[in-house]
């Protein structure tokens, strides 16, 4: 099993960022996906989830309304679609297979 996240970078508070997270080595559309992620000095924390035909979506309160997670399981990727971001949304964001499998994570930074 491999996941590999990418799309990460600074941006400025209000601003959008599309994260990737690309699988292999697994069956990817038979498995529901998940997006975590970790602020400096803070818990790992569950941001948002997707069925494995992508029919079904669960968010954070803290998310919900500006981010969206959508999947191409014929590209086997999920997608974190991140708008109108803040500054407390600074953290570094993995992607998750059920099995407790992660990636490395990407680091997204909001600040002017």
């Known amino acids: 099993v491999q996941l590999v996240e990418s799309g990460g970078g600074l941006v400025q508070p209000g601003g959008s960022l599309r994260l990737s997270c690309a699988a292999s080595g697994f069956t990817f559309s038979t498995y529901n996906m998940q997006w975590f992620r970790q602020a400096p000095g803070k818990e790992r924390e569950w941001v948002a989830d997707i069925s494995s035909a992508g029919g079904t979506t669960n968010y954070a309160e803290s998310v919900k309304g500006r981010f969206t997670i959508s999947r191409d399981n014929a590209k086997n990727t999920v997608y974190l679609q991140m708008n109108s971001l803040k500054p407390e949304d600074t953290a570094v964001y993995y992607c998750?297979?059920?099995?407790?499998?992660w990636g490395k994570g990407t680091l997204v930074t909001v600040s002017s």
């Open positions: 998750r297979r059920t099995g407790n499998y």
